[in-house]
């Protein structure tokens, strides 16, 4: 698993035991639909972050902050790891707490939201709708959600709209805007 663009680019990253990371192809779409809606990395919120590949991605191209939300220990020591690898362990704080508590315990307003909750998560989606109709956004945010195909995705989360889907064999990605 290697960062695809920015100023980490090539640099080999670590998966935790039991994640599945987004593959190479997956992530280097969700990007290039990102750099060209020129989208603000300045501020990221990583949520589900497993190995931390999507916001170290965010990082690695606008070099802003990343906020990771991951509740498993295991999983937010190797996110740090990996913080260190892509040299932008300045860059980020991982915080271990599961997603749905965010709201109480940060502060917004991020720009940028990657969220990519296990595919059988069923309150995944009640969660972010929950924090896209928070403060935690702020008023131009993207929100982009990793899920499987097999489920269409909901055309609003909180106050942001459906702008985007594409699916990747048993993955979609959908993006979501003010």
Not at 11 to 27: E, K
Not at 111 to 121: H, I, M, Q, R
Request: charge should be negative; glycine fraction near 10%; aromatic fraction near 6%.
């Amino acid at each position: 698993m290697r960062v695809t663009g920015g100023a980490a680019r090539g640099r080999r990253l670590n998966a935790p035991p039991g994640i599945r990371p987004t593959s190479d192809r997956v992530r280097e779409a969700i990007f290039n639909v990102l750099d060209a809606q020129e989208v603000d990395y300045s501020r990221v919120l990583d949520l589900y972050a497993g190995s931390g590949l999507l916001g170290i991605e965010a990082l690695s191209r606008g070099e802003g902050w990343c906020d990771f939300i991951e509740r498993s220990a295991a999983a937010a020591n190797v996110i740090k790891d990996n913080l260190a690898l892509a040299g932008l362990a300045e860059h980020g704080r991982v915080h271990r707490f599961a997603a749905e508590h965010a709201a109480g315990h940060l502060a917004g307003p991020y720009s940028l939201l990657l969220a990519d909750p296990p595919y059988d998560d069923d309150a995944a989606l009640a969660v972010l709708a929950r924090i896209a109709a928070s403060d935690l956004l702020g008023p131009d945010a993207t929100l982009v959600l990793e899920h499987s195909s097999r489920r269409d995705p909901p055309e609003k989360l909180g106050g942001l709209q459906l702008s985007w889907t594409r699916r990747y064999g048993d993955t979609q990605v959908s993006i979501y805007r003010t």
